[in-house]
């Protein structure tokens, strides 16, 4: 997986249309589609729901990471969409949804890699920052970009 190809500034959205999680990981899911990243977006937002049932992917810090993987998945990817005022994702608000799409071939280790790149991310204070309060989907993206080619 080339972690720098795995988001550009199309796939982040500080507007998003959705007001609910079923309809956010719908929104997300068409960035994807639009960008080339997925092939079925019924089956993926399926495979999404699917693993939300089996457990939250609520952060508890005010951000949701739903994923979702399999051969409709042409190239590993990460949307972010982020909400001016949280948006319930179970019982408690997100202000930030970080959707990662995860190709078949890159399904074992790659999946885990690509949670754990997030994760660390957002285990910075101020990463967090950036990400609720950047003015503009251009600096988060760099801000992001600049992190993955730190890792390489």
């Known amino acids: 997986m080339n972690e720098l190809k795995i988001i550009n500034t199309r796939l982040i959205s500080f507007s998003p249309r959705s007001r609910d999680r079923d309809g956010v990981i719908l929104e997300m899911t068409e960035m994807l589609k639009a960008e080339g990243r997925i092939s079925d977006s019924g089956a993926f937002i399926d495979n999404v729901l699917e693993r939300e049932k089996i457990s939250s992917t609520d952060t508890g810090i005010g951000v949701a990471i739903p994923h979702g993987k399999g051969g409709f998945v042409l190239r ?24 990662l799409a995860v190709d078949d071939d890159e399904a074992g280790l790659a999946h885990l890699e690509l949670i754990a790149k997030v994760s660390t991310m957002l285990m910075d204070d101020e990463f967090l920052n950036l990400l609720f309060t950047a003015g503009k989907e251009i600096d988060l993206f760099n801000e992001i970009f600049n992190r993955l080619e730190d890792k390489k």
Do not use: H, M, Q, Y
């Not at 001016?84 to 994702?89: D, K």
């Open 76 to 99: 590993s990817s990460i949307a972010i969409c982020r909400f001016e005022e949280g948006l319930i994702w179970d019982s408690t608000p997100v202000k930030a949804v970080f959707l």
